[in-house]
Nanobody, 126 residues
């Protein structure tokens, strides 16, 4: 079993920056593809960013490309989502997720992920 715990959410002004963290525990010797998703009130959960098991490949939603960056610190088993120049429309609960996958594959569909964190609220003020 893999446990994921997000942190770093909060209130940020548009144009500022915020870094979300996702700490992974459980089967620590296994590698997983990791992703970030978000869900705004009244909307479906949507893909934000993903990174492959070997960290070589990343992929972003068009809505955040060029502003958000996904990275990992494998020594700490922690993944990050750096949010630069956030906009009010980025306001949502952000979730990290983990999935078994081939080493270079990135996954963009929520149903492909097995493990989920509890979410962290991000609110961007104008």
């Amino acid at each position: 079993q893999v446990q994921l715990v997000e942190s770093g959410g909060g209130l940020v002004q548009a144009g500022g920056s915020l870094r979300l963290s996702c700490a992974r525990s459980g089967r620590t010797l296994d590698d997983y593809a990791m992703g970030w998703f978000r869900q705004a009130p009244g909307k479906e959960r949507e893909f934000v960013a993903t990174i492959s098991r070997n960290d070589y490949n990343t992929y972003y939603a068009d809505t955040v490309k060029g502003r958000f960056t996904i990275t990992s610190d494998n020594a700490k088993l922690t993944y990050y989502l750096q949010m630069n120049s956030p906009k009010p429309k980025d306001t949502a609960v952000y979730y990290c997720a983990a999935a078994t996958a081939p080493i270079e594959v990135v996954l963009i569909t929520a149903s492909e992920y097995t493990y989920w964190g509890q979410g962290t609220q991000v609110t961007v003020s104008s």
